[in-house]
Nanobody, 129 residues
Framework: DVQLVESGGGSVQAGGSLRLSCAVSGYTYSRYCMAWFRQSPGTEREGVAVIEAADPTATYADSVKGRFTISLNDAKNTLYLQMSSLKPEDSARYYC???????????????????????WGRGTQVTVS
């Protein structure tokens, strides 16, 4: 079974940085996407960034573009989210997710949707004050 375990969350002042990690195990996909989502109380879970394992190109939500960087280590067993210039509105529980990548034709409208991913971690809390 696929297992995703996030770590690295915490409390930070506005303008600061954090790096989240997601340890991945048990997968057998050959072409898969990994993504970071976030959810704060009373809101929908929103896609933050996605990366295709076979392609280093990443896609970001407009709200984090230029501040966050998603990456995958060479062994492809740890996903990272480097977050800089953090704002209070970035406060949320952050989740990593994984599944087959959407087709190229559907990628733009599916990568950020919760329903695209069938495997999820339990999340790590980020609080920016």
């Amino acid at each position: 079974d696929v297992q995703l375990v996030e770590s690295g969350g915490g409390s930070v002042q506005a303008g600061g940085s954090l790096r989240l990690s997601c340890a991945v195990s048990g997968y057998t996909y050959s072409r898969y996407c990994m993504a970071w989502f976030r959810q704060s109380p009373g809101t929908e879970r929103e896609g933050v960034a996605v990366i295709e394992a076979a392609d280093p190109t990443a896609t970001y939500a407009d709200s984090v573009k230029g501040r966050f960087t998603i990456s995958l280590n060479d062994a492809k067993n740890t996903l990272y989210l480097q977050m800089s210039s953090l704002k209070p509105e970035d406060s949320a529980r952050y989740y990593c997710a994984m599944d087959w990548c959407p087709s190229a034709a559907d990628f733009g409208r599916k990568w950020y949707r919760r329903t695209t991913y069938g495997h999820w971690g339990r999340g790590t809390q980020v609080t920016v004050s």
